[in-house]
């Protein structure tokens, strides 16, 4: 280890020759010795060493996960969590997480990287979202690292159905039970549709409709004359 550090012979002044590294070798411990040239007499003493932390390491994020998802249609929903290191030490090595401010999706625990939405986000209008995440050191000099993350919308069933055609128009011939009248169909924006038909006024004593094909087929006879 004495190749680190120089002494002068004559004053006793000791001094560094080669770059010290707090996070290879945090202490030195030197043994000193005097030695009177006359009666060559001799003396030591130990010296130990503390190295010092200079702020010379960026954070370093050590969660592997960059890719969440999270339900639409909720506020302050977990989306999940970032962590990060650093291998200085004291207030160098406190970690602080931020996003960019003009972000309004999401916000981030300065202390625990924890992310939650800010406000409700809409599958149908934007299916992922991008979110820079800075760890920054509490250094005099802040030193940051940023990532990328991948938020997913989960899309949730709330979209209203709609029937492209508001008006159907069909000719049913008489005495023909089970007739196929006409068969409707609505959409929703939804990624996973769940449309049920129903008749929801008019005669059921003679139509019915399919709920999961909106097939409208006579359900007893009509008769022309009556």
Not at 37 to 55: E, F, M
Not at 112 to 131: K, M
Not at 179 to 192: H, M, N
Request: proline share 4%; net charge negative; glycine share 6%.
């Amino acid at each position: 280890q004495d190749q680190h550090f120089f002494m002068d012979i004559n004053t006793g002044q000791i001094s560094t020759q080669a770059l010290l590294d707090r996070e290879t070798t945090p202490f030195y411990s030197l043994v000193l010795g005097a030695t009177d040239p006359q009666s060559q007499k001799t003396a030591s003493t130990t010296l130990s060493l503390t190295v010092t932390d200079v702020n010379d390491h960026n954070p370093v994020f050590i969660s592997t996960e960059t890719r969440f998802s999270v339900r639409e249609n909720l506020v302050n929903e977990y989306v999940g969590e970032v962590r990060a290191t650093d291998e200085d030490e004291g207030i160098n090595a406190q970690i602080t997480y931020s996003v960019p401010p003009d972000n309004r999706f999401f916000s981030i625990g300065a202390s625990n990287g924890q992310i939650r939405t800010l406000e409700a986000l809409d599958y149908e209008t934007a299916r992922v979202h991008s979110l820079l995440v800075t760890a920054s050191d509490g250094g005099l000099s802040s030193r940051q690292t940023v990532v990328t993350l991948t938020v997913v919308v989960e899309d949730q069933e709330d979209m209203t159905p709609v029937f492209p055609n508001q008006l159907y128009e069909a000719s049913v011939p008489e005495n023909e039970e089970g007739f196929l009248v006409a068969q409707v169909q609505a959409i929703d924006e939804d990624e996973q549709q769940s449309i049920t038909y129903t008749i929801v006024r008019g005669d059921t004593g003679r139509f019915r409709i399919d709920e999961v094909t909106g097939r409208i087929t006579v359900r007893n006879p009509l008769d022309y004359e009556r």
